[in-house]
């Protein structure tokens, strides 16, 4: 599919122009436009791969990199990584993200404050001027599941218009994160999308939210992969 197409020669462009020889320590972020990352780094061969070793962002990124044969790290041992590339929900002008569609954004955080290079990889419909253009489910929050009743009151204060719970498909119950939390998916109006930052801060400030799906200011470059074969490098 065309949105596959994208995401593939997004991956590849990233993986070509930013994982070299002395990148050793790599970042593995979520979601289905980093298994076309592996695929890029698997082709670079067995001699570049077995020097290096590669940290994952939950079980999905962990078992992408298993399957692959390629040296699982941990970041607790490797706190320092040269480069993380990772997916996004929406990346705005400024290279700020929403991310946290696939509930991983904690630990992909981490990783990408971990790393000298964080590049986001995305097809065509990441990319807009103002975040919440095109991702309209919301702000993806991982909150403690003891304070979700508390969180989903105080963040509708802050000026959410409906935020919920995050339910899983096919899971009676909320959708549980890698790390035991919970998601609160908070959609908001896009005037409060002009300044990420500040949004940010007000939601991180609220008692027990763990980690909030906005990247702002984090990414060094972000690449967008067209369904019409090109690739848009933005940083
Ligand atoms: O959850 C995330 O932030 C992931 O990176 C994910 O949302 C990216 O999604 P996709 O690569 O499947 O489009």
């Given at each position: 599919s065309p949105t596959e197409q994208g995401k593939r020669l997004a991956a590849y462009a990233a993986v070509d122009a930013n994982v070299s020889l002395d990148s050793r320590v790599i970042g593995i972020g979520s979601g289905s436009t980093v298994p076309y990352v592996i695929e890029r780094i698997v082709q670079q061969g067995e001699e570049s791969n077995v020097q290096r070793v590669f940290i994952p962002t939950g079980f999905q990124s962990k078992e992408l990199i298993v399957q692959n044969g390629l040296v699982l790290g941990d970041v607790d041992q490797y706190?320092?990584?040269?480069v993380t590339l990772d997916g996004a929900d929406e990346v705005d002008n400024n290279l700020n993200a929403v991310k946290g569609g696939g509930a991983c954004h904690l630990r992909e955080k981490v990783l990408a404050e971990a790393a000298k290079i964080f590049v986001i990889v995305a097809d065509?419909?990441?990319?807009?001027?103002?975040?919440g253009t095109t991702w309209t489910q919301g702000v993806p929050i991982e909150v403690a599941p003891f304070a979700y009743a508390k969180v989903l009151k105080n963040v509708a204060k802050l000026g959410s218009t409906n935020p919920a719970l995050r339910m899983g498909i096919k899971k009676a119950g909320p959708v549980v994160t890698d790390n035991g939390n919970f998601v609160i998916d908070a959609p908001f109006s896009e005037s409060y999308y002009r300044d990420p930052k500040e949004l940010l801060m007000r939601i991180k400030?609220?008692?027990?939210?763990?980690?909030?799906?906005l990247f702002c200011g984090m990414a060094k470059a972000a690449y967008f992969g067209y369904s019409n074969g090109s690739v848009l490098i933005r940083s």
């Open positions: 706190p320092t990584i040269d065509e419909r990441k990319n807009s001027k103002l975040l400030m609220l008692t027990g939210v763990v980690e909030v799906g």
